[in-house]
């Protein structure tokens, strides 16, 4: 699939000309400068409707769920139970989008949320930090070269 590309100004203005000259239909117009029909005439409607035939990027793509009015409410309900959780938060909201959106609108406004239930933790939870090293990641300097069983010739037997 070839990408598209915004189609230049000066070339948005020499179509409407031609048009404006009466130099051909619009479908004429379109092979003439080797743009589709549906640019013509989308550019003929965005003239007569805003004046304007500048390219308008700023109003492409999908639109957000949450607005500025949900902001305040976030706030509020998370002021009041600060450990809500992504699913209670939208519900809270009456929204319906995905958990993923409400993170990241939350990592937006700078604000955390609590990952772990408040509840007691089980038995097998870890209690304290402990002594424990860091695992073969740790042992690196303690191995001499030549010492590990991988590098010894092996024994035979008799």
């Not at 003239?47 to 700023?58: E, K, M, V, Y």
Request: hydrophobic share 30%; aromatic share 2%.
């Amino acid at each position: 699939m070839r990408k598209r590309r915004t189609t230049s100004l000066d070339l948005r203005e020499r179509i409407l000309a031609a048009y404006d000259a009466g130099e051909g239909t619009r479908e004429g117009i379109a092979r003439r400068f080797r743009v589709s029909l549906g640019m013509v005439k989308k550019l003929l409607a965005q003239r007569r409707h805003t004046g304007s035939i500048a390219p308008r990027h700023h109003l492409a793509g999908r639109k957000p769920r949450m607005v500025a009015t949900h902001q305040r409410q976030r706030r509020a309900l998370l002021g009041e139970k600060p450990d809500l959780t992504l699913k209670e938060l939208r519900r809270g909201l009456g929204l319906e989008c995905s958990l993923q959106a409400i993170h990241v609108v939350l990592g937006k406004m700078g604000l955390t949320y609590k990952k772990r239930r408040s509840e007691r933790p089980n038995k097998t939870a870890r209690t304290s930090r402990g002594h424990a090293g860091a695992g073969a990641a740790g042992k690196v300097g303690l191995t001499r070269r030549g010492s590990s069983s991988w590098t010894n010739p092996a024994r035979r037997r008799t």
